[in-house]
């Protein structure tokens, strides 16, 4: 069983950054891929960003190509997710995953554990 926890939102200026982070206890978190996610209300939870096991292969969303980077310190069993040049539409409650598999995925119902999320807000 992982527990996860994220931190690092809060409010933003447009074209500003933040890095979320995603700690998890419980588990070996290596042998974890894990996931970044946001949801804003009325929409879908749509996928932002994945990594593998060991960091060996990540993925991120088209929307956020050059602008969010995904990594993992397993030493520090937490997982990051750099956000430069935020955009009011990056607006959302950002949550990490993880399953217990190598690869990364997309598609949320694929993960086995989820943290409570937090908040990211940009203001134009």
């Known amino acids: 069983q992982v527990q996860l926890v994220e931190s690092g939102g809060g409010l933003v200026q447009a074209g500003g950054s933040l890095r979320l982070s995603c700690a998890a206890s419980?588990?070996?978190?290596?042998?974890?891929?894990v996931g970044w996610f946001r949801q804003t209300p009325g929409k879908e939870r749509e996928f932002v960003a994945g990594?593998?096991?060991?960091?060996?292969?990540?993925d991120h969303a088209d929307f956020v190509k050059g602008r969010f980077t995904i990594s993992r310190d397993n030493a520090k069993n937490t997982v990051y997710l750099q956000m430069n040049n935020l955009k009011p539409e990056d607006t959302a409650v950002y949550y990490c995953?993880?399953?217990?598999?190598?690869?990364?995925?997309?598609?949320?119902?694929?993960?086995?554990?989820w943290g409570q999320g937090t908040q990211v807000t940009v203001s134009s």
């Open positions: 990594i593998s096991w060991f960091g060996s292969s990540t």
């Open positions: 419980g588990g070996t978190f290596s042998r974890y891929t």
């Open positions: 995953a993880a399953r217990s598999s190598h690869s990364p995925r997309r598609n949320g119902f694929e993960y086995d554990y």
